[in-house]
Structures are given as structure tokens and as C-alpha cells.
Nanobody, 126 residues
């Protein structure tokens, strides 16, 4: 059974940092683009960041550019999201996702991702 499991969420004050992890099991995603999305209550799922299979190409949503860093360790089948200078508007459930086709390009579109984690809550207080 293929699973993506996020961890590292929690509560932090504005200006603080968190590091999210996404561990894959059941298959390897070392050849697949992966991404992070988030969803706040009453809002649509929003693209946060994506990384290609090698880690050599990344993309960020405008609201997190310069504050968040996406990375991956294919040897550990793990993807990370380092979040710095957190703001209250970053409060959301964060989801990791993986594309199914190997060597596919990174994408900002949720329907392009075939596999999803269950999400981890990030709460930023002012």
C-alpha cells in the first residue's frame, strides 16, 4: 500500500519556523515530482511548493517565496518543507503529494498529483 505521511506540524508564533517532512512508503518516488499544498478552513487547496525528481528544479507559490524551502532526500524517500518567518496567514493543513509518472515536470495543479498524504496542521499565532 502506497502511503505518504506528513509530520512536523504544530503551533508556532509569528516569525517562527517549522520543518515539515513527508515520508513515502510502499513504493519509491525517487523518480517523481513531489509537492506541498495547503488548505485553510473555507478556502481552496493552495499550491505551496514543488520539486522535481532530482531536487534540481523547484517552484514556489508567490505567498511563500523567499520564506519556504522545499527539498528531498531520495535515499530516504523523504521530502521536506522548511518554513521560516511564518505568518498567521500560513495557518492551514499542509499536504504532501506525488506525481505518478516518472520524470514528470513539477506542477502547481493539484489534479496532476496522484498520491496524497493525510495532512499535518500548522497554526501560526500573532
Amino acid at each position: 500500500q502506497v502511503q505518504l505521511v506528513e509530520s512536523g506540524g504544530g503551533s508556532v508564533q509569528a516569525g517562527g519556523s517549522l520543518r515539515l517532512s513527508c515520508v513515502a512508503s510502499g513504493r519509491t518516488f525517487s523518480s517523481n515530482a513531489m509537492g506541498w499544498f495547503r488548505q485553510a478552513p473555507g478556502k481552496e487547496r493552495e499550491f505551496v511548493a514543488a520539486v522535481n525528481w532530482s531536487g534540481g528544479s523547484t517552484d514556489y507559490g508567490d505567498s511563500v517565496k523567499g520564506r519556504f524551502t522545499i527539498s528531498r532526500d531520495n535515499a530516504k524517500n523523504t521530502m521536506y518543507l522548511q518554513m521560516n518567518s511564518l505568518k498567521p496567514e500560513d495557518t492551514a493543513v499542509y499536504y504532501c503529494a506525488a506525481r505518478n509518472s516518472p520524470y514528470s515536470i513539477i506542477s502547481r495543479v493539484p489534479v496532476h498529483y496522484a498520491y496524497w498524504g493525510q495532512g499535518t496542521q500548522v497554526t501560526v499565532s500573532s
